[in-house]
């Protein structure tokens, strides 16, 4: 009977030890972060900027000998879809080796998954996820990008700030897409301009004319998008062929080099926000980019790798601080408590929503560059 008794406590012992809340992990020979991501699928392209990213600063990070055991992480490709990532996340969950988890991509999908993540008591930590009501899920959900509400409005002053007083606004038809409309429409009207046209569209549709055809019978003084790359290279060219005018204003979703290299000189002159740019001259930026050139044929990095990037590290440095307790618990703590993170996308400091602090910048493409807007 002893012997049972010792027997059925020292498995409890362990289970304890390997749970998110377990008072220590003693012998942690290895830490793992998970990442949700997509590889595959019609946002492939994204998925694969963030795993690049993710795997520059992890192994910076196991060469800095900051720890004195390896970071392991886990990609999972979610494609971009909601059914896939509650799957991923239901793995994650169960497997009690991993300490924390990265992703999603969309706000949708990151929502999705962020269900699973919240029952379970596992951080998540979305480089991308802009919907105002991602980090309001649970206390287990972070974010270092600007939402929305921050976002919009911002877009909306830049417009007010140059005089015009009637605007054109479509978003692609997304969770997203919908949250950064009526962000950016409310800051709008309290500005005083008038919003004479507001539609959706599909993503990925291959022509916009129709669409361009409604907005130039209006005419506004200006355009903004809630609107990525690809779409907003088709958007732009077609806009250009029907000769309309009126300078178009974007979310940081447009910021790509693939945007310049799709729209060409049709690019020019489109306005957007971003966290990051690539000419800004700080150590650490200029650090990032050339790792990035180096495993990317000289492109330089967009806004999404950066955040990824950041985002990773931000990861790596809670693991860091809770080594060698690194549990679940813990690391969502360390999470918390990150102020004044020095990244390429500005300094992060979450708030008591586990928003962060960050400033956007206003960008413009001149000459078939990036470039801080001078308007």
Do not use: C
Not at 70 to 80: A, G, N, Q
Not at 118 to 136: I, M, V
Not at 279 to 297: L, M
């Amino acid at each position: 009977m002893n012997i049972r008794k010792k027997a059925v406590s020292s498995l409890a012992l362990l289970a304890l030890a390997l749970s998110g809340t377990g008072v220590a992990h003693a012998a942690q020979t290895s830490v793992r972060i998970g990442y949700q991501l997509p590889l595959t699928g019609n946002t492939a392209q994204y998925g694969q900027d963030f795993k690049v990213a993710a795997e520059i600063a992890l192994k910076e990070f196991n060469a800095s000998g900051r720890l004195p055991v390896p970071v392991e992480i886990v990609f999972e490709d979610s494609r971009s879809d909601a059914k896939e990532a509650v799957s991923i996340a239901r793995k994650f969950a169960d497997d009690p080796s991993i300490v924390g988890v990265l992703g999603d991509f969309t706000s949708t999908v990151s929502m999705a998954s962020a269900q699973v993540y919240k029952r379970a008591g596992l951080s998540q930590l979305s480089q991308t996820a802009s919907h105002p009501d991602y980090t309001k899920i649970s206390k287990w959900q972070f974010r270092n990008i600007t939402n929305q509400d921050q976002e919009g409005p911002f877009n909306a002053d830049w417009i007010a700030s140059q005089g015009y007083k009637k605007v054109a606004v479509i978003g692609e038809q997304t969770d997203w897409g919908q949250s950064a409309v009526q962000a950016f429409e409310k800051k709008a009207k309290e500005n005083g301009i008038e919003v004479v046209f507001s539609e959706y569209f599909n993503r990925g549709i291959p022509d916009f004319r129709s669409l361009i055809t409604k907005v130039d019978r209006v005419p506004p003084d200006a355009i903004y998008g809630a609107i990525f790359y690809e779409d907003a290279a088709q958007f732009l060219k077609q806009l250009h062929q029907l000769g309309v005018k009126a300078p178009v204003f974007s979310s940081s979703a447009a910021y790509n080099e693939q945007l310049i290299k799709l729209a060409g000189k049709d690019a020019d002159g489109l306005r957007l926000t971003s966290t990051f740019l690539p000419t800004v001259d700080a150590e650490n930026v200029r650090h990032f980019v050339t790792a990035w050139k180096a495993v990317r044929n000289g492109e330089e990095p967009g806004q999404f790798p950066a955040q990824a990037y950041d985002a990773t590290n931000i990861m790596l440095d809670a693991v860091a601080r809770t080594y060698p307790d690194a549990t679940r618990d813990n690391v969502r703590q360390a999470l918390a408590e990150t102020k004044d993170f020095p990244g390429v996308t500005g300094s992060t400091t979450f708030d008591a929503d586990r928003e962060p602090h960050k400033s956007l910048v206003k960008v413009e493409v001149v000459n078939g560059k990036f470039e801080p807007s001078a308007h």
